[in-house]
């Protein structure tokens, strides 16, 4: 088959939960004998004499970086270049791009959705952007032959709000690495293995870090907390962010991949996500498979991980996350084994097949 990508920014190294998704997705599709493309948004791309990676054409696309606006121009100019390479299916992904789907289908183009979760909840987006994501999510839904979700809450979601129930079930994924063992990029940092903290992410409101570097100011502890990325658009509440942070110690590493990220997980204590927002967050799912001990809020998307109580506190309660960062340090339980459920679950393999399975279901 013949498949055309819309909505991530783009690959390789791209920061971006749905960037992740496809990087780590698509060269699979690849590798089992499918022609892919990824649109890419040109001001994400570093390299833009790259025209592959790992078996998957990628083709760059102009975007206007503004983040009002990025995510509809780019999608529309995406769909008019897929009508007219006309692939087997064209791939959507996210609840902004999802607004050009009925463009797509008037183009005769066979079109899956992915729904990454309601974006339009995040408190980065004013009153106009989240009704155009709305719109995004209602058009892409209602006009989409077939739809992913990767999680039951956004399954309960679109039954709820458009009626839509057969929705296909397929979370993301994770790789189960081997740890490092080198501790360069860490003491580059002033980190010392096992001994401080992590939390990671974009520098938006939803992602909590306000709250956490609240916590962690108010707690005494030698352990160091280390903050992982930054902002796609610098914003007031980002420059905020990363003062109080230097104000209180904090580590920052910016936007990290490859070996550097390996070395933050592998040798951490602790990972903590304080998000009010989710769909199903890989850098939770990144944590679990380094075994490491996490701590996250009780936030649906959460939740449905299904990890044991003492390891959720109350969503934006920052004397709950606080107390729960101390009895974490203060117990001695460090043998986690995650690597079945990772396997069995959340196995970027089997997720692979179930997608090409979706694909397939629309050639008949």
């Not at 189960?176 to 501790?183: N, R, V």
């Not at 230097?246 to 070395?263: D, N, R, S």
């Not at 709950?320 to 970027?348: G, H, Q």
């Amino acid at each position: 088959m013949k498949i055309i990508v819309l909505g991530t920014r783009g690959i390789p190294d791209i920061l971006g939960g749905v960037e992740t998704h496809c990087e780590e997705l698509y060269p699979r599709i690849a590798e089992l004998g499918h022609e892919v493309t990824i649109i890419t948004r040109t001001p994400y791309v570093k390299d833009k004499s790259l025209r592959s990676y790992k078996g998957v054409k990628l083709k760059h696309i102009f975007a206007p970086k503004q983040k009002s606006i990025e995510a509809i121009v780019h999608t529309f100019l995406g769909v008019i270049y897929a009508g007219f390479k006309r692939p087997d299916v064209l791939h959507i992904h996210a609840v902004g791009p999802m607004i050009m789907t009925p463009l797509a289908r008037l183009f005769g183009l066979k079109v899956v959705v992915t729904n990454h979760g309601p974006d339009y909840d995040r408190q980065k987006w004013g009153k106009l952007a989240k009704s155009i994501l709305q719109l995004g999510e209602y058009l892409g839904t209602k006009a989409a032959q077939k739809v992913i979700v990767i999680s039951n809450v956004i399954r309960s979601i679109l039954k709820t709000k458009y009626n839509r129930n057969d929705s296909t079930l397929i979370y993301n994924g994770v790789n189960i690495p081997e740890l490092a063992t080198s501790t360069d990029f860490i003491k580059s940092h002033g980190l010392e293995k096992g001994n401080y903290l992590i939390a990671v992410g974009r520098f938006v409101e939803e992602k909590g870090f306000s709250d956490l570097i609240k916590a962690y100011s108010s707690i005494t502890t030698p352990y160091k907390l280390v903050l992982v990325g930054d902002a796609d658009h610098e914003t007031t509440y980002s420059t905020r962010l990363k003062k109080e942070a230097v104000k209180a110690g904090i580590v920052l590493t910016g936007f990290i991949k490859g070996e550097a990220l390996h070395q933050i997980f592998s040798h951490a204590r602790l990972f903590i996500m304080p998000s009010y927002h989710e769909g199903l967050p890989i850098a939770l799912l990144e944590a679990m498979s380094y075994n490491l001990d996490v701590l996250v809020s009780d936030i649906p998307a959460n939740l449905e991980v299904a990890l044991e109580d003492k390891h959720y506190f109350e969503v934006g309660n920052i004397a709950a996350i606080s107390a729960s960062i101390l009895n974490v340090l203060e117990s001695s339980e460090l043998s986690i084994d995650n690597s079945k459920l990772m396997y069995e679950t959340y196995n970027w393999d089997s997720i692979s097949k179930k997608t090409i399975d979706v694909y397939q279901s629309l050639q008949t």
